[in-house]
């Protein structure tokens, strides 16, 4: 599921690794069944690796973890949700490509 560089987010370790870290946080929220979340997977992974040591980034399986999934409304996936000083930054809904993510980490880092 998650390469070298991607963190499993969990309902138990959310907080402690999204909400508190020090810095920004790209969170993919997705399920195995997902066609296009697989299809997102491989961009997911390549950004992780641009951004390494800068910007944490991880998958939250919506399947089994229900409480982060309802506690930020997710509703379809993939969800790419870009969170900053414990807030959510930015909200990317559906398939979406490497320069959108890019543009939306970068304006988090400034």
Do not use: H
């Not at 987010?9 to 697989?38: G, H, Y």
């Not at 506690?71 to 979406?96: D, N, R, S």
């Amino acid at each position: 599921m998650a390469g070298a560089n991607v963190v499993e987010f969990t309902d138990a370790n959310f907080k402690t690794e999204v909400i508190a870290s020090n810095q920004p946080v790209l969170v993919d929220f997705w399920a195995e069944w997902c066609m296009p979340c697989r299809m997102l997977t491989p961009t997911i992974e390549k950004i992780a690796g641009e951004f390494t040591g800068k910007v944490k980034v991880g998958k939250v399986d919506t399947d089994k973890n229900r409480v982060i999934s309802v506690e930020y409304k997710i509703t379809a996936i993939p969800t790419v949700i870009i969170f900053k000083g414990g807030q959510v930054a930015k909200k990317i809904i559906g398939l979406t490509n490497e320069g959108a993510l890019r543009d939306a980490l970068n304006e988090a880092l400034k």
